[in-house]
């Protein structure tokens, strides 16, 4: 074998280990898929709200003649919106347990998508689950007989699930897209700390406008309802601690009532501060 045949292959072997190098260094290894937490991503305020004292509750709808009215009026409002919040994240919460039981792709940036999907009679549910270790980011699409890739709703928490939002879409009257519903949510890990604020952003409403806002902090809750509709528009903002039971409630005309711990109307200035 001469000299320049020896060369030629030489070179041959080290433009191929050459090739090798770079295409090994520009293949991403597959990482370990994330464990997406399944709790908390939905959460933020303390819900149970009023309703850690059962009993008072009872009481306040059936013993009128020993409650003040003002708790009662303040705990049926807190209760029923708790309640509708409540309702309106369950087919999201179902929907993401189901996703979360699909095998993910890898789709490479350390990036994992699920899918669920549902099919049937032109009809098509599907929901995607994106995440990236840091965050998770929500799509659910619909389409059927008036609408192509619908977006339902789609949000982004951070991978902790102590923060987040969501953003709720209407149908048109050209079967397209029309934001409804904006959700923000903090929440610490140890849920002594919380947020939810949800605003009405569907602009041909009759609430637009229109936000409730929760938030906890350790034992104090209050509830601040924006209202521009109805018999009584304005801001109802209710306080109270959520062990001892004292609290206030202030109406769209600007008025305070407070109540204490057997919640009894009382002047506001007998009560804590804080």
Not at 231 to 256: A, F, H, Q
Request: glycine share 6%; with cysteine.
């Amino acid at each position: 074998m001469n000299k320049k045949r020896i060369l030629i292959i030489a070179s041959f072997f080290f433009v191929l280990g050459l090739t090798l190098i770079i295409v090994g260094c520009g293949k991403e290894e597959e990482p370990e898929k994330p464990v997406i937490p399944t709790a908390g991503l939905f959460e933020s305020a303390d819900f149970t709200l009023f309703t850690t004292a059962d009993t008072n509750v009872l009481r306040a709808a059936y013993d009128t003649t020993t409650i003040c009215p003002d708790f009662t009026t303040a705990a049926t409002i807190v209760i029923v919106s708790a309640v509708l919040v409540e309702l309106m994240f369950i087919w999201p919460k179902i929907v993401f347990a189901l996703t979360l039981t699909q095998q993910p792709t890898y789709e490479g940036d350390k990036t994992w998508r699920w899918t669920l999907g549902h099919e049937d009679n032109n009809v098509s549910l599907y929901a995607s689950l994106v995440s990236d270790g840091d965050s998770v980011d929500w799509d659910m699409r619909i389409t059927n007989q008036t609408l192509d890739d619908f977006q339902w709703y789609y949000g982004r928490c951070d991978f902790d699930a102590t923060g987040g939002w969501w953003r709720f879409n209407e149908e048109d009257a050209n079967h397209n897209e029309d934001p409804a519903l904006w959700i923000a949510w903090e929440l610490t890990s140890g849920d002594s700390i919380g947020y939810l604020s949800i605003a009405n952003i569907y602009s041909s409403h009759a609430g637009y406008g229109d936000t409730i806002i929760f938030s906890r902090e350790e034992k104090q809750a209050e509830a601040s309802f924006k209202i521009n509709w109805g018999d009584r528009p304005g801001t109802w903002i209710m306080n109270w601690n959520i062990d001892e039971l004292w609290g206030s409630v202030t109406y769209p005309e600007g008025d305070k009532k407070c109540w204490n711990e057997i919640q009894e109307c009382v002047e506001c200035d007998s009560i804590p501060t804080n």
